[in-house]
């Protein structure tokens, strides 16, 4: 089973090491200065105090409305008639805010479908720019405020069974072994908008699939598999291209931000004892766009793990605890020191409703604040339908 699971992380860790070949290869001087890293990071961050809790690792376990973020393929997963989510979150001491929200349904009994929603923003950003008056005095009046935001509407689609019919006798046995096979793919609409100076329009595609293997359970999400295109378009007007002067800031121009692929992909096993489930699940992200401080690093292709394991009693409470962001951080003396950013949280389900809580960062062991994540899931019935819990 190990090496089964051994050569899927392979492959996919070449696959990445390919696609950033390919890119790097094909772009011009001029090309790769549009493919920064951490293009569209908010997109990265994760929803869900369930997946915070257990250090981001969803991708083979995930079976609910939040798939539609993790990976598209567990949306079949949705028990209810519909199911709704939401998540709010602070970081920086409450400067920056991140929403999330997310409605689900079963089309049929093999298919389903949701649409998710993400704003990572800062308002009320002091904009000081026409502080002073046209005789030098400064005038508080003259300060107004605007809102840095970044906004997603990710749109789902996930269906049963293999998405290709067997050609031959022996491809149909071979194929025996996938145990409910699911996949799915995402379409992402991202607006991001800085007051009236700057504003930004992208498009982009997910893939995702999930299978079992025996008592295993697999899973594989590939994001911005066609790379990513955020457009910008600055609306700077002579009074604040001014200031940009005189301040010695260099005036932007309308451009191009490319987001290259990152691939995911996780193990995961569940056991059961009685009334009691232990969940646990490995995640690998593999990213393309340079390199980054994660556990394995290159120019080529980086991979950050992490893992999380969730305990449940009855389906009704759960204790979740989880470890990854592995990184070298040096240290005064010049000396490399190992972090990782440890998380913990509970849940609570009560008939139709769920409510999770993670906090991150325990023990302030990683150079990362630590956060408190509150989010919400209602299942919906129909009236004359039973649950189905």
């Avoid at 790769?32 to 257990?54: C, Q, W």
């Amino acid at each position: 089973m190990m090496r089964f699971a051994t050569l899927l992380f392979t492959i996919a860790g070449i696959l990445c090491a390919l696609i950033a070949k390919a890119q790097s290869t094909n772009s011009t001087p001029a090309a790769s200065d549009v493919t920064p890293k951490y293009v569209n990071e908010f997109l990265h961050i994760g929803v869900g105090a369930r997946a915070l809790g257990m250090s981001l690792s969803q991708v083979a376990s995930v079976r609910d409305v939040t798939s539609g973020y993790w990976n598209p393929a567990g949306l079949v997963g949705i028990q209810s008639d519909l199911e709704v989510a939401a998540m709010h979150s602070e970081y920086f001491a409450g400067i920056a805010k991140y929403d999330y929200a997310a409605i689900g349904k079963a089309i049929d009994s093999v298919s389903a479908a949701s649409i998710s929603f993400i704003r990572f923003g800062v308002d009320d950003i002091p904009n000081t720019i026409d502080l002073f008056d046209p005789s030098g005095n400064i005038n508080y009046d003259r300060i107004t405020t605007f809102s840095a935001a970044d906004y997603a509407f990710i749109f789902s689609y996930a269906r049963k069974g293999l998405p290709w019919k067997p050609s031959s006798a022996s491809a149909v046995s071979q194929t025996k072994g996938l145990q409910g096979f699911r996949w799915g793919a995402n379409a992402k609409v991202i607006y991001r908008q800085v007051g009236d100076f700057a504003s930004a329009w992208g498009f982009g595609l997910d893939a995702g699939a999930q299978f079992g293997y025996k008592k295993w359970l697999f899973g594989f999400t590939a994001r911005d598999i066609t790379s990513t295109f955020n457009a910008w378009t600055f609306t700077l007007d002579e009074r604040t291209q001014q200031v940009f002067q005189q301040t010695g800031n260099e005036i932007p121009q309308n451009g191009l931000e490319i987001a290259l692929p990152r691939l995911i992909g996780g193990v995961a096993r569940q056991f059961d004892i009685k009334k009691i489930s232990v969940l646990a699940e490995a995640n690998a992200t593999a990213t393309t766009d340079g390199q980054r401080n994660t556990l394995i690093s290159s120019k080529a292709f980086n991979i950050d793990p992490s893992i999380g394991v969730e305990v449940g009693y009855s389906n009704v409470i759960f204790l979740r605890m989880g470890a990854g962001n592995a990184q070298r951080i040096k240290d005064f003396d010049g000396s490399d020191q190992m972090t990782f950013q440890p998380n913990i949280g509970v849940g609570l389900r009560i008939k139709q409703l769920q409510l999770d809580y993670a906090l991150s960062d325990i023990g302030n062991v990683s150079d990362v604040l630590y956060s408190n994540v509150f989010s919400l899931k209602f299942h919906i019935y129909k009236s004359d339908s039973k649950s189905r819990l």
